[in-house]
């Protein structure tokens, strides 16, 4: 690698750790927001949006020099792909967390009603795989990554379970059901989350050992497994 392409690719790290950093602390704060159901912190989350979407588009520009200017090739072309996706990724992810924050007032400005799903228990889990997913593209790191795609699993099933509570309790109190059908959206919004933990924790494997992880987690791990015991032979 020359100077000039360790160079901007160091100062494209820099950038999209910022970013992730910027995405992690905007949804920190919807979900603190959420729990408090405080439409002032709400209106920060999305205000701060802006400032993560024009991020997103400058990283994206980076990127692209990168590969107009210096044409990396091997590892180095990966890494630039890999950056370009998480990029995406995280970009959505803020949106995600401006939705969340957006869906508050309209739950405060109805009868309190029970929560539907374990707010403390999905929302900790979900903010735990995107800084796994963010640790595993620091550290290059693949078992992390598989780790992070193994708790999506956990994810779906508590939005199913809210699901099928939402609709249990709109048929007992159907009073609820504008506040109920809200946190749905919620627990989608938490849900769709832990997916794009998923996509970037599947972007780092593919970064890492050139394999898609996609669709077919167990084949991708047992590949990385062969591979790794073969490197300690």
Do not use: W
Not at 137 to 146: C, N, R, T
């Amino acid at each position: 690698m020359n100077s000039h392409l360790r160079k901007d690719i160091e100062n494209l790290k820099i950038r999209l750790f910022r970013l992730a950093a910027a995405v992690e602390e905007n949804t920190r704060r919807s979900l603190k927001a959420l729990r408090t159901l405080s439409t002032a912190l709400a209106d920060e989350v999305v205000k701060a949006d802006i400032d993560i979407d024009r991020a997103e588009i400058e990283t994206e520009e980076e990127c692209l020099k990168i590969l107009a200017l210096h044409q990396p090739v091997a590892s180095d072309l990966r890494f630039v792909i890999t950056v370009l996706k998480i990029n995406n990724e995280l970009e959505h992810m803020g949106d995600t967390a401006k939705n969340i924050a957006k869906r508050i007032a309209f739950i405060k400005a109805e009868p309190p009603c029970k929560i539907p799903f374990n707010l403390e228990q999905m929302s900790s889990r979900t903010l735990f795989m995107l800084k796994s997913s963010l640790d595993a593209f620091s550290m290059q790191d693949s078992k992390l990554a598989i780790g992070v795609c193994r708790d999506d699993e956990i994810v779906d099933s508590e939005n199913r379970e809210c699901y099928s509570n939402v609709r249990r309790q709109i048929a007992e109190s159907p009073e609820s059901a504008p506040s109920l059908i809200n946190y749905l959206l919620v627990s989608k919004s938490l849900e769709r989350m832990a997916d794009l933990c998923t996509n970037i924790a599947e972007d780092v494997i593919y970064m890492r050992h050139s394999i898609i992880a996609r669709h077919n987690l167990d084949k991708a791990a047992s590949q990385i497994e062969s591979e790794e015991s073969n490197d300690r032979v």
